[in-house]
Protein backbone atom coordinates (compact mmCIF):
# COMPACT_ATOMS: atom_id res chain seq x y z
CA UNK A 1 0.00 0.00 0.00
CA UNK A 2 3.11 2.45 1.11
CA UNK A 3 4.63 1.37 -2.77
CA UNK A 4 1.43 2.34 -4.45
CA UNK A 5 0.60 5.16 -2.27
CA UNK A 6 4.48 6.62 -3.51
CA UNK A 7 3.81 5.90 -6.84
CA UNK A 8 0.75 7.65 -7.34
CA UNK A 9 2.62 10.54 -5.99
CA UNK A 10 5.15 10.41 -8.41
CA UNK A 11 2.95 10.21 -11.15
CA UNK A 12 1.17 12.82 -9.93
CA UNK A 13 4.13 15.09 -9.33
CA UNK A 14 5.56 13.95 -12.76
CA UNK A 15 1.58 14.90 -14.50
CA UNK A 16 1.62 18.53 -13.05
CA UNK A 17 5.67 19.45 -13.24
CA UNK A 18 5.23 22.40 -15.37
CA UNK A 19 2.26 23.68 -13.05
CA UNK A 20 4.49 23.38 -10.66
CA UNK A 21 7.28 25.31 -12.56
CA UNK A 22 4.50 27.87 -12.39
CA UNK A 23 3.88 28.25 -9.05
CA UNK A 24 7.91 28.13 -8.05
CA UNK A 25 8.57 30.85 -10.36
CA UNK A 26 5.58 33.13 -9.62
CA UNK A 27 7.10 32.22 -5.82
CA UNK A 28 10.22 33.12 -6.72
CA UNK A 29 9.43 36.28 -8.81
CA UNK A 30 7.70 37.85 -6.44
CA UNK A 31 11.20 38.08 -4.26
CA UNK A 32 13.42 39.19 -7.04
CA UNK A 33 10.50 41.91 -7.79
CA UNK A 34 10.53 42.94 -4.17
CA UNK A 35 14.72 43.61 -4.29
CA UNK A 36 14.42 45.75 -7.46
CA UNK A 37 10.86 47.46 -6.82
CA UNK A 38 12.59 49.58 -3.83
CA UNK A 39 14.91 50.82 -5.96
CA UNK A 40 12.59 53.46 -7.72
CA UNK A 41 11.12 54.43 -4.55
CA UNK A 42 14.37 55.72 -2.89
CA UNK A 43 13.74 59.19 -3.74
CA UNK A 44 10.35 58.87 -2.70
CA UNK A 45 11.07 57.37 0.79
CA UNK A 46 14.12 60.02 1.61
CA UNK A 47 11.66 62.42 1.44
CA UNK A 48 8.84 61.08 3.13
CA UNK A 49 11.15 59.59 5.84
CA UNK A 50 14.44 61.49 6.00
CA UNK A 51 16.35 59.02 5.35
CA UNK A 52 19.75 59.38 4.94
CA UNK A 53 22.14 58.19 2.11
CA UNK A 54 23.27 55.59 4.33
CA UNK A 55 19.76 55.03 5.55
CA UNK A 56 18.53 54.29 1.79
CA UNK A 57 21.35 51.97 1.16
CA UNK A 58 20.51 50.24 3.95
CA UNK A 59 17.14 49.95 3.15
CA UNK A 60 18.15 48.17 0.32
CA UNK A 61 20.84 45.51 1.68
CA UNK A 62 19.47 44.95 4.81
CA UNK A 63 16.92 42.71 2.43
CA UNK A 64 20.00 41.31 0.91
CA UNK A 65 22.00 40.67 4.30
CA UNK A 66 19.65 38.11 5.81
CA UNK A 67 18.67 36.45 2.46
CA UNK A 68 22.48 35.80 2.00
CA UNK A 69 23.54 35.08 4.82
CA UNK A 70 21.21 32.63 5.40
CA UNK A 71 20.05 30.96 2.59
CA UNK A 72 22.86 28.15 2.69
CA UNK A 73 20.67 27.36 6.60
CA UNK A 74 17.33 27.83 5.65
CA UNK A 75 18.12 25.41 2.46
CA UNK A 76 19.31 22.50 4.41
CA UNK A 77 16.02 23.08 6.42
CA UNK A 78 14.29 22.75 3.62
CA UNK A 79 15.53 19.52 2.39
CA UNK A 80 15.48 17.92 6.36
CA UNK A 81 11.86 19.09 7.52
CA UNK A 82 9.67 18.99 3.94
CA UNK A 83 10.48 22.18 0.90
CA UNK A 84 6.91 22.90 0.34
CA UNK A 85 6.47 23.41 3.93
CA UNK A 86 9.61 25.83 4.30
CA UNK A 87 7.94 27.38 0.96
CA UNK A 88 4.92 28.07 2.09
CA UNK A 89 6.18 28.93 5.47
CA UNK A 90 8.53 31.42 4.13
CA UNK A 91 5.29 32.84 1.81
CA UNK A 92 3.53 33.75 5.30
CA UNK A 93 6.58 35.87 6.38
CA UNK A 94 6.65 37.54 3.67
CA UNK A 95 3.65 38.37 3.40
CA UNK A 96 3.64 39.65 6.97
CA UNK A 97 6.35 41.69 6.87
CA UNK A 98 5.45 43.26 3.54
CA UNK A 99 2.61 44.49 5.32
CA UNK A 100 4.13 45.76 8.23
CA UNK A 101 6.73 47.69 5.75
CA UNK A 102 4.06 49.28 3.88
CA UNK A 103 2.98 51.28 7.16
CA UNK A 104 6.38 52.21 8.95
CA UNK A 105 6.65 55.88 9.78
CA UNK A 106 10.34 55.83 10.13
CA UNK A 107 13.88 54.62 8.29
CA UNK A 108 14.80 52.25 10.87
CA UNK A 109 11.48 50.53 11.13
CA UNK A 110 11.65 49.83 7.39
CA UNK A 111 15.21 48.45 7.72
CA UNK A 112 13.77 45.88 9.72
CA UNK A 113 10.61 44.87 8.10
CA UNK A 114 12.95 44.80 5.34
CA UNK A 115 15.26 42.46 7.19
CA UNK A 116 12.38 40.11 7.68
CA UNK A 117 11.16 39.81 4.25
CA UNK A 118 14.31 38.68 3.64
CA UNK A 119 14.41 36.39 5.65
CA UNK A 120 11.19 34.95 4.43
CA UNK A 121 12.57 35.02 0.88
CA UNK A 122 15.34 33.08 2.35
CA UNK A 123 13.01 30.39 3.05
CA UNK A 124 11.18 30.77 -0.55
CA UNK A 125 14.47 30.99 -2.56
CA UNK A 126 16.22 27.84 -2.26
CA UNK A 127 12.86 25.95 -1.50
CA UNK A 128 11.83 26.42 -5.27
CA UNK A 129 14.85 25.38 -6.77
CA UNK A 130 15.06 22.32 -4.48
CA UNK A 131 11.79 21.39 -5.50
CA UNK A 132 12.48 21.94 -9.57
CA UNK A 133 15.59 19.82 -8.76
CA UNK A 134 13.25 17.00 -7.46
CA UNK A 135 10.15 17.24 -10.00
CA UNK A 136 12.18 17.34 -12.63
CA UNK A 137 14.80 14.75 -14.65
CA UNK A 138 17.18 14.53 -17.28
CA UNK A 139 17.05 17.49 -20.32
CA UNK A 140 13.89 19.07 -18.80
CA UNK A 141 15.27 19.52 -15.76
CA UNK A 142 17.97 21.73 -17.49
CA UNK A 143 15.63 23.75 -19.24
CA UNK A 144 13.21 24.24 -15.88
CA UNK A 145 15.80 25.76 -13.87
CA UNK A 146 17.26 27.89 -16.83
CA UNK A 147 13.73 29.27 -17.20
CA UNK A 148 13.58 29.72 -13.58
CA UNK A 149 16.90 31.00 -13.69
CA UNK A 150 15.74 33.68 -16.45
CA UNK A 151 12.32 34.92 -14.76
CA UNK A 152 14.89 35.77 -11.45
CA UNK A 153 16.62 38.35 -13.96
CA UNK A 154 13.71 39.81 -15.81
CA UNK A 155 11.89 40.33 -12.29
CA UNK A 156 14.94 42.15 -11.12
CA UNK A 157 14.33 44.65 -14.66
CA UNK A 158 10.50 44.53 -14.19
CA UNK A 159 10.51 45.74 -10.46
CA UNK A 160 11.47 49.41 -11.01
CA UNK A 161 8.86 49.44 -13.57
CA UNK A 162 6.21 48.23 -11.73
CA UNK A 163 7.66 50.29 -8.88
CA UNK A 164 7.36 53.71 -10.91
CA UNK A 165 3.85 52.76 -11.85
CA UNK A 166 1.97 52.68 -8.20
CA UNK A 167 4.11 55.68 -6.79
CA UNK A 168 2.75 57.52 -10.10
CA UNK A 169 -0.83 56.81 -8.75
CA UNK A 170 -0.66 55.22 -5.44
CA UNK A 171 0.72 55.78 -1.69
CA UNK A 172 4.53 54.63 -1.78
CA UNK A 173 3.58 51.60 1.03
CA UNK A 174 2.02 50.34 -1.89
CA UNK A 175 5.38 49.22 -3.35
CA UNK A 176 5.47 46.01 -0.63
CA UNK A 177 1.13 45.91 -0.47
CA UNK A 178 1.40 44.73 -4.39
CA UNK A 179 2.92 41.56 -2.67
CA UNK A 180 0.14 40.29 -0.80
CA UNK A 181 -2.11 39.05 -3.83
CA UNK A 182 1.06 37.52 -5.46
CA UNK A 183 1.93 35.44 -2.49
CA UNK A 184 -1.30 34.57 -1.73
CA UNK A 185 -2.02 33.17 -5.10
CA UNK A 186 1.17 31.05 -5.28
CA UNK A 187 0.41 29.94 -1.64
CA UNK A 188 -3.24 28.53 -2.72
CA UNK A 189 -1.60 27.33 -5.67
CA UNK A 190 1.00 25.18 -3.78
CA UNK A 191 -1.23 23.79 -1.80
CA UNK A 192 -3.41 22.45 -4.70
CA UNK A 193 -0.11 21.21 -7.23
CA UNK A 194 3.22 20.50 -4.90
CA UNK A 195 3.90 17.50 -3.53
CA UNK A 196 5.69 17.55 -0.29
CA UNK A 197 9.38 15.97 -0.73
CA UNK A 198 12.37 15.75 1.62
CA UNK A 199 15.93 14.93 1.24
CA UNK A 200 15.47 10.71 1.99
CA UNK A 201 19.41 10.92 3.07
CA UNK A 202 19.11 14.30 5.23
CA UNK A 203 21.46 14.58 7.63
CA UNK A 204 21.83 16.24 10.99
CA UNK A 205 22.06 19.89 10.46
CA UNK A 206 25.40 21.64 10.75
CA UNK A 207 24.47 24.25 13.36
CA UNK A 208 28.42 25.65 13.89
CA UNK A 209 28.19 25.75 10.36
CA UNK A 210 25.72 27.30 9.54
CA UNK A 211 26.49 30.29 12.53
CA UNK A 212 30.57 30.38 10.56
CA UNK A 213 28.35 31.13 7.53
CA UNK A 214 26.07 33.73 8.40
CA UNK A 215 28.50 34.81 10.74
CA UNK A 216 30.97 35.08 7.88
CA UNK A 217 28.38 36.89 4.74
CA UNK A 218 27.34 39.14 7.04
CA UNK A 219 30.36 40.82 8.07
CA UNK A 220 31.57 40.97 4.35
CA UNK A 221 28.01 42.87 3.26
CA UNK A 222 27.91 44.81 6.20
CA UNK A 223 32.08 46.37 5.53
CA UNK A 224 31.37 46.99 1.80
CA UNK A 225 28.16 48.62 2.76
CA UNK A 226 30.02 50.77 5.65
CA UNK A 227 32.87 51.01 3.75
CA UNK A 228 32.14 53.92 1.20
CA UNK A 229 30.53 55.80 4.46
CA UNK A 230 33.42 55.30 6.98
CA UNK A 231 36.38 54.86 4.84
CA UNK A 232 37.53 51.34 3.61
CA UNK A 233 40.76 51.14 6.08
CA UNK A 234 38.54 52.96 9.05
CA UNK A 235 38.90 50.85 12.27
CA UNK A 236 35.32 49.28 11.61
CA UNK A 237 34.86 48.22 8.31
CA UNK A 238 38.34 46.35 8.83
CA UNK A 239 36.85 44.90 11.80
CA UNK A 240 34.15 43.60 9.67
CA UNK A 241 36.64 42.24 6.57
CA UNK A 242 38.58 40.73 9.47
CA UNK A 243 35.57 38.62 10.81
CA UNK A 244 34.40 37.65 7.52
CA UNK A 245 37.77 36.50 6.53
CA UNK A 246 38.16 34.42 10.29
CA UNK A 247 34.80 32.93 9.92
CA UNK A 248 34.55 32.19 6.45
CA UNK A 249 38.26 30.39 6.32
CA UNK A 250 36.77 28.27 9.75
CA UNK A 251 33.49 27.97 8.09
CA UNK A 252 35.98 25.97 4.76
CA UNK A 253 38.17 24.14 7.41
CA UNK A 254 35.16 22.79 9.18
CA UNK A 255 33.26 22.02 6.32
CA UNK A 256 36.02 19.86 5.02
CA UNK A 257 36.02 17.94 8.34
CA UNK A 258 32.83 17.71 9.52
CA UNK A 259 30.85 13.98 8.88
CA UNK A 260 27.89 15.83 7.85
CA UNK A 261 28.97 19.25 5.75
CA UNK A 262 26.05 22.24 5.71
CA UNK A 263 28.03 22.74 2.21
CA UNK A 264 29.83 20.24 -0.02
CA UNK A 265 33.09 21.66 -1.28
CA UNK A 266 33.53 18.74 -3.11
CA UNK A 267 31.36 20.57 -5.85
CA UNK A 268 34.29 23.47 -6.44
CA UNK A 269 36.50 20.65 -7.19
CA UNK A 270 34.41 20.78 -10.69
CA UNK A 271 35.89 23.24 -12.92
CA UNK A 272 32.75 24.03 -14.25
CA UNK A 273 30.73 24.44 -11.45
CA UNK A 274 33.00 26.75 -9.86
CA UNK A 275 33.42 28.82 -13.03
CA UNK A 276 29.67 29.21 -13.41
CA UNK A 277 28.65 29.78 -9.84
CA UNK A 278 31.64 32.67 -10.09
CA UNK A 279 30.17 33.93 -13.71
CA UNK A 280 26.61 34.33 -12.06
CA UNK A 281 28.09 36.26 -9.08
CA UNK A 282 29.45 38.64 -10.91
CA UNK A 283 26.33 39.14 -13.15
CA UNK A 284 24.97 39.74 -10.07
CA UNK A 285 26.94 41.98 -8.10
CA UNK A 286 27.08 43.95 -11.63
CA UNK A 287 23.51 44.27 -11.54
CA UNK A 288 22.50 45.06 -8.12
CA UNK A 289 24.77 48.27 -8.77
CA UNK A 290 23.31 49.20 -11.68
CA UNK A 291 19.96 49.17 -10.16
CA UNK A 292 20.70 50.92 -7.67
CA UNK A 293 22.61 54.15 -8.94
CA UNK A 294 20.56 53.71 -12.01
CA UNK A 295 17.70 55.06 -10.58
CA UNK A 296 19.35 57.53 -8.75
CA UNK A 297 20.41 59.16 -11.56
CA UNK A 298 17.50 59.39 -13.42
CA UNK A 299 15.36 60.78 -10.61
CA UNK A 300 18.39 63.15 -8.97
CA UNK A 301 20.27 63.91 -11.77
CA UNK A 302 17.77 64.07 -15.27
CA UNK A 303 15.05 65.03 -12.91
CA UNK A 304 12.25 62.10 -14.48
CA UNK A 305 9.33 60.99 -11.88
CA UNK A 306 8.82 57.44 -10.77
CA UNK A 307 6.94 56.06 -13.38
CA UNK A 308 9.54 57.94 -16.44
CA UNK A 309 12.16 56.35 -14.27
CA UNK A 310 11.39 53.14 -14.44
CA UNK A 311 10.02 52.52 -18.12
CA UNK A 312 13.77 53.50 -18.68
CA UNK A 313 14.47 50.14 -17.52
CA UNK A 314 12.77 48.31 -20.37
CA UNK A 315 15.45 48.14 -22.85
CA UNK A 316 17.40 46.32 -19.87
CA UNK A 317 14.72 44.08 -20.03
CA UNK A 318 14.20 43.50 -23.25
CA UNK A 319 17.94 42.90 -23.76
CA UNK A 320 17.78 40.42 -20.99
CA UNK A 321 14.91 38.71 -22.49
CA UNK A 322 16.36 38.26 -25.99
CA UNK A 323 19.94 37.25 -24.19
CA UNK A 324 17.90 34.15 -22.25
CA UNK A 325 15.64 33.16 -24.81
CA UNK A 326 18.91 33.10 -27.46
CA UNK A 327 21.41 31.42 -24.48
CA UNK A 328 20.59 27.67 -25.51
CA UNK A 329 20.46 28.06 -29.07
CA UNK A 330 24.27 29.80 -28.62
CA UNK A 331 24.65 27.12 -26.28
CA UNK A 332 23.74 24.54 -28.88
CA UNK A 333 26.49 26.07 -31.49
CA UNK A 334 29.60 27.49 -29.59
CA UNK A 335 28.82 25.51 -26.22
CA UNK A 336 28.43 26.71 -22.64
CA UNK A 337 31.74 28.16 -21.87
CA UNK A 338 32.04 30.58 -24.78
CA UNK A 339 28.28 31.47 -24.16
CA UNK A 340 29.13 32.90 -20.54
CA UNK A 341 32.04 34.30 -21.34
CA UNK A 342 30.99 36.39 -23.87
CA UNK A 343 27.99 37.40 -22.17
CA UNK A 344 30.50 38.72 -19.08
CA UNK A 345 32.73 40.13 -21.78
CA UNK A 346 30.13 41.94 -23.38
CA UNK A 347 29.25 43.43 -19.81
CA UNK A 348 33.08 44.41 -19.09
CA UNK A 349 32.62 46.55 -22.07
CA UNK A 350 29.40 48.30 -22.07
CA UNK A 351 29.27 49.12 -18.31
CA UNK A 352 32.67 51.47 -18.38
CA UNK A 353 30.22 53.44 -20.91
CA UNK A 354 28.23 54.72 -18.11
CA UNK A 355 31.01 56.63 -17.06
CA UNK A 356 30.43 58.74 -20.53
CA UNK A 357 26.93 59.73 -18.98
CA UNK A 358 26.59 63.46 -17.96
CA UNK A 359 23.21 65.31 -16.66
CA UNK A 360 21.77 65.76 -20.23
CA UNK A 361 23.21 62.72 -21.89
CA UNK A 362 20.70 61.47 -24.85
CA UNK A 363 18.61 58.75 -23.52
CA UNK A 364 19.70 57.19 -27.20
CA UNK A 365 23.39 56.68 -25.50
CA UNK A 366 21.80 55.39 -22.24
CA UNK A 367 19.46 52.63 -23.71
CA UNK A 368 21.66 51.06 -25.79
CA UNK A 369 23.92 50.44 -23.24
CA UNK A 370 21.35 48.83 -21.34
CA UNK A 371 20.47 46.59 -23.80
CA UNK A 372 23.76 45.43 -24.76
CA UNK A 373 23.91 44.89 -20.71
CA UNK A 374 20.62 43.23 -20.38
CA UNK A 375 21.70 41.07 -23.73
CA UNK A 376 25.16 39.96 -21.77
CA UNK A 377 23.40 39.44 -18.45
CA UNK A 378 20.45 37.28 -20.06
CA UNK A 379 22.97 34.77 -21.39
CA UNK A 380 24.68 34.04 -18.40
CA UNK A 381 21.77 33.97 -16.20
CA UNK A 382 19.78 31.48 -18.46
Not at 201 to 223: F, H, N, Q, R, T
Not at 233 to 251: K, P
Not at 304 to 325: D, I, T, W
Request: charged fraction near 15%; include cysteine.
Amino acid sequence: METLTLESREMRKHRLRWWTLGVLCLSVLVVVIDSSILNVALPTLQRELGASASGLQWIVTSYILILGGLLLTTGSLGDRFGRAMMLRAGLVVFALASLSAAYVNSTGQLIAARAVMGLGAAMIVPSTLSIAVDVFKGEERTKAIALWAALNAVGIVLGPILGGLILEHLHWGWIFLVNLPIAAVAMLAGFLLITESRDREAKPLDIPGALLSMVAVSSLVYGIIQGPDEGWTSRYVLICFAVALVAGAAFIIREMRVRYPLLDLSFFKRRRFTVGATALSLQSLALAGLMFGFTLYLQFVQGYSPLEAGVRFLPLAAGLMVGARLSERLVHYFGTTRVIAGGLLLMAATLPLIMLWQADSSYWLIGVVLTAVGFGIGNVAA
